[in-house]
């Protein structure tokens, strides 16, 4: 579990001193990798190797016997599809289907088996398919390399989310111990649907979720707005959307606040190895020097980042 810690105890000189927040305040700080708090709660290799094979060898074995009976691979398809199986095992067989058959089709689009019809998606993309012929041959009798391979291709986002809860549930401590009698905080602790702010500003135009929204100890006025992430790594188009994404919460916010006259802040909790990347770190100083009302922060700086002054001013 991450304990969330006042940097200025850990990296002598490294914390700015309350003094001197401001618009510039990230730009300050000289090496991101010193705010940032790593979890080490992952699984190694190859300690995940028993774990994934006990979970997944019955899924691998199904879609074994799958191949077996099938007169080609549309039938497979249609078969995962078809509502037989419980949920988890439809997700493992959708894997395996995308991993052995047909690598363009991506899980996401798949799992969606009542809003994309089967037939919508054999009529797209069974071109792609593998010929029913060389996936029998290769699935007749799978060895135990294939086999463990296969698990530990099922098993290889098994953790994806769950730091990400892990940050939201540290912060969430963090903010009832030390607000307790001046606010409340509202949002999913680990799995569950964002708070919609619409829900709390009926004159908000925007959809808008959030990880978390803080209110008065009334629940009358909304004080401020979160959004949490964790990023073991970023890169690429996926740090585009993100940054890009974040910029587009706070221009909505500050349109809605020049429109009504009601401000709140955001505040943008953002951690991991992956917050430190050049690009990603450069984009986030700038969000972080967007607007008075936006403020960037990782665990080890919410003492700092997050106080009282700047809730209520």
Not at 18 to 38: C, R, V, Y
Not at 116 to 143: A, G, V, W
Not at 162 to 191: C, H, M, Q, S
Request: aromatic fraction near 12%.
């Amino acid at each position: 579990m991450v304990k969330v810690v006042s940097v200025s105890k850990v990296f002598d000189g490294v914390c700015l001193d309350k003094s001197e927040e401001g618009d510039a305040w990230l730009d300050k700080i000289s090496n991101p990798n010193s705010i940032i708090t790593p979890t080490n709660n992952f699984t190694y290799f190859p300690e995940t190797l028993e774990s994934n094979l006990l979970k997944y060898r019955s899924d691998i074995e199904i879609f074994s016997e799958l191949i077996e009976k099938a007169e080609s691979t549309n039938d497979i398809f249609i078969q995962i599809r078809g509502g037989s199986y419980p949920s988890n095992v439809r997700m493992s067989l959708l894997k395996l289907f995308r991993r052995c058959v047909s690598p363009v089709l991506d899980t996401e689009t798949t799992k969606k088996v009542k809003k994309i019809t089967t037939q919508s998606l054999i009529e797209s993309y069974s071109h792609t398919f593998k010929d029913i012929s060389l996936l029998k041959e290769q699935f007749i009798n799978p060895s135990e390399s294939v086999v463990f391979s296969l698990c530990a291709l099922l098993g290889e986002y098994d953790s994806r989310g769950t730091v990400g809860y892990e940050l939201t549930d540290v912060f969430f401590d963090w903010f009832e111990g030390r607000f307790f009698d001046l606010f409340n905080i509202k949002g999913p602790r680990g799995a569950g649907r964002d708070v919609e702010l619409k829900d709390y500003l009926n004159d908000f135009e925007y959809d808008y979720p959030c990880d978390f929204i803080i209110t008065g100890k009334d629940d009358n006025e909304v004080i401020a707005v979160g959004f949490a992430r964790y990023d073991s790594t970023r890169g690429g188009s996926q740090a585009d959307d993100r940054t890009g994404g974040n910029s587009d919460k706070v221009w909505k916010a500050i349109d809605y606040m020049k429109r009504t006259g009601n401000y709140f802040k955001l505040i943008f909790l953002s951690d991991g190895p992956g917050l430190a990347h050049r690009d990603i770190w450069a984009e986030f100083v700038k969000l972080d020097a967007m607007s008075e009302f936006v403020r960037v922060t990782t665990l080890k700086t919410l003492d700092d980042r997050v106080n009282e002054t700047w809730l209520l001013s």
